[in-house]
């Protein structure tokens, strides 16, 4: 079973700032990683998939970066509507594990 | 415009039964990958199922006790549910499996989401 760590599982933030979450696998997973937001009461919104790639509609702050095991989501100035949990999600293997989430708060 | 829709949460009592449902529009059911998550309160999230038109998978934690299915006909997804347990207890969403193809390799991903269904397994 692939394992996905994330780090920090909570951070503290004011808006402008540049914010990076990390992810780690237990095993290369050759950038198959996903990054996902989710707001209290709603469902996850995919941000990134296959590492890198920004999916459509979503704001150009965010990017995805990483290779091998390690992997990391980058805000480059957050945001007022970006508090959230983000979630990286490895799709290597069809169990498509989800890290424990990391909460960026004010 | 795509769009899932849950139906068939509630209260049900150990070791009883539930079935889901995923009604889908903007898309066909039947030529994509589908799948289950869930959300344990205050939890993170946990991939339930995934069927493809090849195959089935389930967590471990599932097998035996919930099968996935899809009705061609009405383009919804299930998830029969038996054997509750109180861990069972979660949000079940249901969404579309998305793939992107690039130098040989596709990655997939999930999509779109519904809006989740509360199931709570108690006495």
């Known amino acids: 079973d692939i394992r996905m760590t994330q780090s920090p599982s909570s951070l503290s933030a004011s808006v402008g700032d540049r914010v990076t979450i990390t992810c780690r696998a237990s095993q290369i997973i050759s950038n198959f990683l996903n990054w996902y937001q989710q707001k209290p009461g709603k469902a996850p919104k995919l941000l990134i998939y296959a590492a890198t790639s920004l999916q459509s509609g979503v704001p150009s702050r965010f990017s995805g970066s990483g290779s091998g095991t390690d992997y990391t989501l980058t805000i480059s100035s957050l945001q007022p509507e970006d508090f959230a949990t983000y979630y990286c999600q490895q799709s290597y293997t069809t169990q498509y594990t989800f890290g424990q989430g990391t909460k960026v708060e004010i | 415009e795509v769009e899932l829709v849950e139906t068939g949460g509630g209260l049900v009592q150990p070791g009883g039964s539930l079935r889901l449902s995923c009604a889908a529009s903007?898309?066909?059911?039947?030529?994509?990958?589908m799948t289950w998550v869930r959300q344990a309160p205050g939890k993170g999230l946990e991939r339930v199922s995934v069927i493809y038109s090849g195959g089935i998978y389930y967590a471990d934690s599932v097998k035996g006790r919930f099968t996935i299915s899809r009705d061609n006909s009405k383009n919804t997804l299930y998830l029969q549910m038996n054997s509750l347990r109180a861990d069972d207890t979660a949000v079940y969403y249901c969404?579309?499996?998305?793939?992107?193809?690039?130098?040989?390799?596709?990655?997939?991903?999930?999509?779109?989401w519904g809006q989740g269904t509360l199931v709570t397994v108690s006495s």
């Open positions: 903007g898309f066909t059911v039947s030529s994509n990958f």
């Open positions: 969404a579309r499996v998305g793939e992107s193809c690039s130098g040989g390799s596709c990655y997939s991903y999930f999509q779109h």
